[in-house]
């Protein structure tokens, strides 16, 4: 069946990553690039995973190379490994001195953390599931989120490249707005490929 229907967004504007700041103080999917989102931006799009203890973070990449320099993967780390790790960027900029060290040193949110700073505001919320080892407690975690914060099934909307995810979510609460990702590549093993691209 039809899920339910979002307002008119089509001619939104959706600040991809939280906006994807070209600023070491403000890397891809963090608070500090929300903050910079400036007016006329409608809405934001966030990629949630899963820590090796089952907290929903809020990063893109499957191994933790690119943004921080640190050549494992997202799922192999603990929440309290993850919150501790510096962006590469920053770190970059403090040594060639591009950045006061009175700048406040960006850090990979959680999605509770997310989802209450969009709350504070009036944008929408595309969330996206990047999700891979851990589905269906994946699942589990965004629909009860969506539950503890009601304003959630007005505002925001659950999108994927993995259908098997949406349906899922349609499963536990066919209340929530889902959205199928669709890509020119088409996708052979979910499972074992792993893009980063996207």
């Given amino acids: ?17 939280c906006g994807i700041a070209e600023c ?3 890397p891809e ?7 910079r989102t400036g007016p006329g931006v409608d809405g934001v799009e966030v990629d949630v995973m899963l820590t090796k203890d089952g907290v929903p973070i809020v990063f893109h990449d499957y191994t933790l190379t ?9 799922h192999q780390c603990t929440w309290g490994e993850i919150k501790d ?3 590469l960027s920053y770190k970059a900029a403090l040594v060639q001195g591009l950045l006061p060290e009175s700048v406040k040193a960006p850090e990979i949110p959680s999605f509770a953390q997310v989802v209450e700073r969009v709350l504070a505001s009036d944008m929408h919320f595309y969330i996206e599931i990047k999700e891979l080892m851990q589905l269906d407690l994946m699942c589990q975690q ?46 052979t093993s979910w499972s074992s490929s792993c893009p980063d691209a996207f």
Wanted: charged letters at 20%; a positive charge; aromatic letters at 8%.
């Fill in 142 to 187: 965004l629909v009860d989120t969506f539950k503890s914060y009601p304003e959630l099934y007005n505002r925001a909307c659950i999108i994927s490249f993995n259908p098997q995810a949406l349906y899922k979510i349609r499963v536990l609460d066919p209340n929530i707005r889902t959205v199928v990702l669709i890509r020119k590549r088409p996708i």
């Fill in 85 to 87: 790790m510096g962006f």
């Fill in 66 to 74: 690119r943004m921080c320099g640190v050549d494992r993967y997202t």
């Fill in 24 to 26: 070491p103080e403000a």
């Fill in 29 to 35: 999917n963090t608070l500090a690039a929300m903050d």
């Fill in 1 to 17: 069946p039809r899920g339910p229907v979002m307002g008119n967004t089509a001619r939104a504007t959706i600040a991809h990553r």
